[in-house]
């Protein structure tokens, strides 16, 4: 089945230790976003990607990096987590093809804990 | 801000009785959607109504739009205890491919 895949599930580090969380989509869709959760509130975009075209969010800390080297894999890199990092992260996608109408497909979600 | 706010922000009903919850967002859009949340898992797409749409039926679900008072309002009818979540509305930034979530509703079903 067609789906957005999120690896791992669960993430501990260390306070300041890097960090990769990655993201694959067997949608080919063109679009992907990065979203940082926390407990109980609304999902906050970090950044997004349409193709290679990469958009960043004017709130989103130096500290995060993103990279897109093809279609269906996306990753998050936190160059040095804080206890503040420590979050669900959660990959979307969705294909502007049809036009801006599109719904978001999202992964199951990475966990992150900072110790 | 341009998140959109929703109430009540918790929920808690019997099974069997109807739940709504209410979206209310700030800009023009030309659609809404709706998403629900699992506790710890990722959000799935519900039902999308257009600017143009004032009511959606899905199943149990009932979307209802207000572009003049710039609301929405979720009805799910019948409730099981399968519908505990959070959910959440979603109204995508013109211009823009991203979206805007509201704060979410959090439901809780008791058997």
């Known amino acids: 089945d067609a789906m957005v895949i999120q690896n791992p599930r669960y993430q501990v580090t260390q306070f300041g230790k890097p960090v990769t969380l990655s993201c694959s989509q067997t949608?080919?869709?063109?679009?992907m976003y990065w979203y940082q959760q926390k407990s109980s509130q609304a999902p906050k975009l970090l950044f997004h990607y349409y193709d290679k075209d990469f958009n960043n969010e004017a709130d989103t800390p130096d500290n995060f990096q993103s990279r897109r080297p093809n279609t269906s894999f996306c990753f998050l890199d936190i160059r040095s987590p804080g206890l503040g990092d420590a979050a669900m992260y959660l990959c979307a996608t969705s294909s502007l093809d049809r036009g801006r109408e599109e719904t978001q497909y999202f992964g199951p979600g990475t966990r992150l804990l900072v110790l | 801000s341009q998140q959109g706010e929703e109430d009540p922000q918790a929920l808690s009903i019997q099974e069997g009785e109807n739940a709504t919850m209410n979206c209310s967002y700030k800009?023009?859009?030309?659609?809404l959607q709706w998403y629900r949340q699992n506790s710890g898992r990722g959000l799935v797409h519900l039902i999308l109504i257009r600017s143009n749409e004032r009511e959606k039926h899905s199943g149990r679900l009932r979307v209802t739009l207000d572009t003049s008072k710039k609301s929405s309002s979720l009805l799910i009818t019948a409730s099981r205890a399968a519908d505990t979540a959070s959910y959440f509305c979603a109204t995508p930034v013109a211009g823009t491919y991203k979206y805007i979530f509201g704060t979410g509703t959090r439901l809780k079903v008791l058997a």
């Open positions: 949608l080919n869709h063109n679009v």
């Open positions: 800009t023009s859009i030309n659609n």
